[in-house]
């Protein structure tokens, strides 16, 4: 199989693991995924545990130098409430600090209270906010968490 072939399967996957998380508003689909993946620095993790399938949820994060950043996250309704999203966030802030990532930053919309949560549990704080940035005029806030 073509690296072609196996970047468009997994951005296929991972537009179909988005669409299960996210209101149509929110939908990435499988042509921005696979433009995310082209970028320098970029890394999926999958879900991954016993009895849980890799199609359950990922994490795709960019580290660049010292600074690494969550480009999304989504774990499908069917498996929400169940760890995978905190062991996700773990093993992604442990792969950026090996890639030798310093700090993290992502924007989470400022009405998702379960990853507002998720992420404040994990040691991120909000840094900023980023008003109308998502297409349905929600805030996003910035996060940020040292490694």
């Given at each position: 199989m073509t690296d072609a072939a196996v970047l468009a399967g997994q951005a296929s996957v991972l537009a179909r693991i988005h669409a299960a998380a996210f209101p149509p508003v929110h939908r990435w689909d499988a042509q921005a995924m696979a433009a995310?993946?082209?970028m320098p620095g970029v890394f999926v993790l999958f879900?991954?545990?016993?009895?849980?399938?890799?199609a359950a949820g990922?994490?795709?994060a960019r580290a660049l130098f010292d600074e690494a950043e969550i480009l999304t996250f989504a774990?499908?309704?069917?498996w929400q409430g169940q760890g995978i999203?905190?062991?996700?966030l773990v093993r992604c802030v442990n792969e950026a600090a090996r890639a030798g990532a310093a700090h993290m930053f992502l924007e989470v919309a400022d009405d998702n209270v379960a990853a507002l949560g998720l992420y404040?549990?994990?040691?991120?704080?909000v840094?900023?906010?980023r008003r109308q940035y998502y297409?349905?005029?929600?805030?996003?806030?910035?996060m940020k968490r040292e490694i």
């Open positions: 995310l993946l082209a879900a991954h545990g016993e009895g849980i399938p890799p990922f994490i795709m774990v499908d309704p069917a999203g905190r062991d996700l404040h549990a994990a040691g991120f704080a840094v900023g906010v297409p349905d005029g929600t805030d996003a806030c910035v």
